[in-house]
């Protein structure tokens, strides 16, 4: 008996021996949790506020003095892509933010902002959703700008809406396979009687060219028309980027429009009275839709300090 007791001891001890030996020390703290001091990962969210100089965005509210006319204007849709958010660094690193893939907003590196709610004259393209965020990841730190793009990138920008995952599957913000998305909705009303009472700004790809419009092209079209936005002095934890329609179009008259064209400035070369001015507030090139000294002169995007 004596020597099953002892047996059995020392089976016990052995067995306590392996159940601690599986490559750490009893007392070693847990593998997962990484050392005190490393970088790690840490969640990001980017705020954004449309506006009209200081006043919200919002269906159904009029909004005065807009463009060098100073038009009265309401808003009837307020909606963009965004992609390629980069947090910049004091030293001039450059660090991408990994946006979350929530299966609505954003995809890929592309998120969707959605500045009206579908009230009032929203009604007719808008819906009840908003969304003034972007959510990602990146490894923890101090961050003190943000560079982004507004827009599509070239790679998902001639894609099947019908068949494409949210949130590119909205087909109010897309004209043809041909041309692509519209990287930016903005349709206000103003003081005109109608049929004239519409003033819009799509942006979008332009000089796209395939054998017809439900084609996609080949190559890049000749008029990227996607602005850079950089922002050196931005605090992701704090600051908020407003979003300025009354300063787009603080150059423009969204008063009148030339007979025959679409409302407004469509990103149309038949839009040579309406764009100009608009593509001056993305800091683009009217002749060619690229950036001008890195879309530097954008007024249509500014930070507002966080309390």
């Known amino acids: 008996m004596r020597s099953r007791t002892l047996t059995l001891l020392a089976l016990a001890a052995a067995f306590t021996l392996v159940a601690c030996d599986d490559g750490e020390s009893a007392d070693a703290p847990d593998a997962r949790i990484p050392d005190v001091g490393s970088p790690g990962e840490a969640t990001y969210t980017i705020r954004f506020a449309g506006q009209f100089g200081d006043a919200p965005a919002a269906c159904g509210t009029p909004f005065s003095d807009i463009g060098t006319a100073g038009t009265t204007v309401e808003l009837l849709d307020f909606r963009m892509y965004v992609n390629g958010l980069t947090l910049l660094t004091a030293d001039g690193g450059e660090v991408p933010l990994a946006l979350e893939q929530d299966g609505m907003w954003q995809h890929e590196g592309v998120a969707l902002l959605d500045f009206e709610d579908g009230s ?33 990138p ?18 109010s913000l897309f004209w043809v ?18 049929p004239n009472d519409k003033w819009f700004v799509h ?103 966080g309390e």
């Not at 396979?177 to 109608?194: C, H, I, P, T, V």
């Not at 602005?227 to 009354?246: G, K, R």
């Not at 008259?253 to 608009?278: H, Q």
């Not at 009217?286 to 954008?298: I, K, L, M, R």
């Open 154 to 171: 070239e790679a998902l920008n001639h894609a099947d809406t019908t068949l494409a995952p949210a949130p590119l599957n909205v087909g």
């Open 177 to 194: 396979w041909q041309s692509g998305y519209k990287f930016l909705r903005l349709d206000l009303s103003n003081e005109n009687e109608a």
């Open 120 to 152: 009032a004259g929203c009604a007719e393209t808008g819906n009840s959703a908003l969304r003034d965020v972007v959510v990602g990841t990146a490894p923890a730190g101090d961050y003190v700008g943000l560079r982004f793009g507004l827009g599509v």
């Open 203 to 305: 942006l979008g790809s332009g000089g796209c060219e395939s054998a017809d419009p439900t084609t996609a092209p080949a190559v890049a079209c000749a008029r990227p028309n996607r602005p850079t936005v950089t922002l050196a002095e931005f605090d992701p934890e704090a600051d908020t980027i407003v979003v300025d329609a009354a300063a787009l179009l603080v150059d423009a008259d969204v008063s009148v429009n030339t007979p025959m064209t679409p409302p407004g400035c469509m990103s149309n070369p038949v839009d040579v009275d309406e764009c100009p001015a608009v593509f001056d507030g993305f800091g683009l090139s009217w002749d060619d839709g690229g950036c001008v000294d890195g879309c530097a002169g954008q007024a249509f995007f500014r930070v507002a300090g």
